[in-house]
């Protein structure tokens, strides 16, 4: 009987140990797999969660994974600050990654996630003269100085975020300091992030310190680069 307990006791310890050792396999290969798609300079950090994993690994399927993704820029030529996403629901054939993993269907039923736009990207994107400061809500101000008719204004307005078709549109809600003429058209200005990683689509907009979170979601998104 001792030495049945002792082979149980055994044993639970041997399927832990491997039950990590295939967790940490499948978060590397999930990690490489998103940096070779986005040709990111420094790997995701990637983590499977749910335990035991082996039942999952064998199943093929994973219910929740978390990305962590640092600085990178999209085709529009926005700087995002980082990327912290949930893949739910993500598909990936134990067999397929132990025969081939370089090839291995490794797709996502549904993603979400926040994607940051960092404060420089804001910057070059608003009118010459001005720089943006966040509220931590939905708006943002805009303070400096404007060249109108060739006379430079100061100004400072809260500005309002709109998510339009292909990024998101600043336009000011209230402009303080001396009048500023056509304060709409001379002030608003749009931030293309069309293509956002992970195939999001824009949901939600607010500000941070470190620029605007972007809020998104898709499906069926593929992993493999």
């Known amino acids: 009987m001792r030495k049945l307990i002792?082979?149980?006791?055994?044993?639970?310890?041997?399927?832990?140990?491997?039950?990590?050792?295939?967790?940490?396999?499948?978060?590397?290969?999930?990690?490489?797999?998103?940096?070779?798609?986005?040709?990111?300079?420094?790997?995701?950090?990637?983590?499977v969660h749910g335990i035991p994993f082996l039942t999952q690994a064998v199943a093929g399927r994973y219910e929740e994974i978390t990305v962590a993704m640092g600085p990178m820029t999209t085709p529009d030529g926005a700087k995002i600050s980082r990327i912290d996403a949930v893949l739910h629901g993500v598909n990936a054939p134990l067999m397929d990654l132990i025969q081939d993993s370089a090839k291995a269907d490794i797709r996502a039923e549904r993603v979400?996630?926040?994607?940051?736009?960092?404060?420089q990207t804001l910057d070059a994107r608003a009118p010459r003269g001005l720089k943006v400061q966040g509220n931590g809500d939905d708006t943002l101000n805009v303070t400096?100085?404007?060249t109108v008719a060739g006379i430079s204004i100061p100004v400072t307005a809260k500005m309002k975020i709109e998510v339009v078709k292909g990024g998101?549109?600043?336009?000011?809600?209230?402009?303080?300091g001396?009048?500023?003429p056509n304060a709409s058209q001379a002030l608003s200005f749009t931030v293309p992030i069309k293509d956002l990683?992970?195939?999001?689509?824009?949901?939600?907009?607010?500000?941070?310190?470190?620029g605007l979170a972007v809020e998104g979601s898709a499906t069926d998104v593929p992993l493999r680069g």
């Open 178 to 180: 001396i009048q500023v």
């Open 144 to 146: 400096g100085k404007l």
């Open 6 to 47: 002792v082979f149980l006791i055994l044993l639970g310890v041997l399927l832990v140990v491997v039950d990590r050792v295939a967790v940490a396999g499948v978060q590397s290969e999930v990690s490489r797999q998103v940096a070779a798609q986005y040709d990111l300079a420094t790997p995701p950090k990637v983590e």
């Open 112 to 119: 979400t996630g926040t994607v940051v736009i960092s404060r």
């Open 197 to 210: 990683p992970l195939n999001l689509k824009i949901e939600k907009v607010r500000t941070t310190p470190e």
């Open 168 to 176: 998101v549109r600043l336009t000011p809600e209230n402009v303080n």
